[in-house]
T-cell receptor
Framework: SQQGEEDPQALSIQEGENATMNCSYK?????LQWYRQNSGRGLVHLIL?????REKHSGRLRVTLDTSKKSSSLLITASRAADTASYFC??????????FGAGTRLFVKA | GAVVSQHPSWVICKSGTSVKIECRSL??????MFWYRQFPKQSLMLMAT?????????EQGVEKDKFLINHASLTLSTLTVTSAHPEDSSFYIC????????????FGDGTRLSIL
């Protein structure tokens, strides 16, 4: 069963703007990951943040984690048309199964 | 980086046919592989966890006899959709976890299955 819920479900922005996606989950986790999926393709891992971390950066990506609120956010700065994709958060509990959120569909208009 | 190869990329077949999908880890060993199903514009739903040399662990609601999983080696897991029907049409994605690196998972490019 899915654990994470993401909002917004879809987001449309202009190139150069920042995009923020949020994810909430229900149970305690070992870590939380963000993935990207281009239409009809597999998933690409973007970034992993562990339960004892609060913020992590990777290039134009910034991820925050608030375990007290069971939520995470993914910020993509200076978005590009090529960032258009679906973005999923995923949680790992007990070091085993990865459960995906519903995803946010991001459209970046050139 | 770690690569997972999934084959075939897409398949169209008649109702009643059994379809086998392969998932291979190309440059690492994977004791655990995962099979997901994804409907259009929806998220990935975990179907089963495939463990090398043992029986797969299926998620609730997934028919074991319908979706046969075999994980015969540390680099290969197969999913066979038996007697497929139109409602089995979906996008199936596998992933594998590297023994040495642990998380995160590495995903195949998926198989689009269309049953006529």
């Amino acid at each position: 069963s899915q654990q994470g819920e993401e909002d917004p479900q879809a987001l449309s922005i202009q190139e150069g703007e920042n995009a923020t996606m949020n994810c909430s989950y229900k149970t305690s986790i070992n870590n939380l990951q963000w993935y990207r999926q281009n239409s009809g393709r597999g998933l690409v891992h973007l970034i992993l943040i562990r339960s004892n971390e609060r913020e992590k950066h990777s290039g134009r990506l910034r991820v925050t984690l608030d375990t007290s609120k069971k939520s995470s956010s993914l910020l993509i700065t200076a978005s590009r048309a090529a960032d258009t994709a679906s973005y999923f958060c995923a949680t790992v509990s007990g070091g085993f199964k990865t459960i995906f959120g519903a995803g946010t569909r991001l459209f970046v208009k050139a | 980086g770690a690569v997972v190869s999934q084959h075939p990329s897409w398949v169209i077949c008649k109702s009643g046919t059994s379809v086998k999908i392969e998932c291979r880890s190309l440059d690492f060993q994977a004791t655990t592989m995962f099979w997901y199903r994804q409907f259009p514009k929806q998220s990935l739903m975990l179907m089963a966890t495939s463990n090398e040399g043992s029986k797969a662990t299926y998620e609730q609601g997934v028919e074991k006899d319908k979706f046969l999983i075999n994980h015969a080696s540390l680099t290969l897991s197969t999913l066979t959709v038996t007697s497929a029907h139109p409602e089995d049409s979906s996008f199936y994605i596998c992933s594998a976890r590297d023994l040495g690196l642990g998380e995160p998972q590495h995903f195949g490019d998926g198989t689009r299955l269309s049953i006529l």
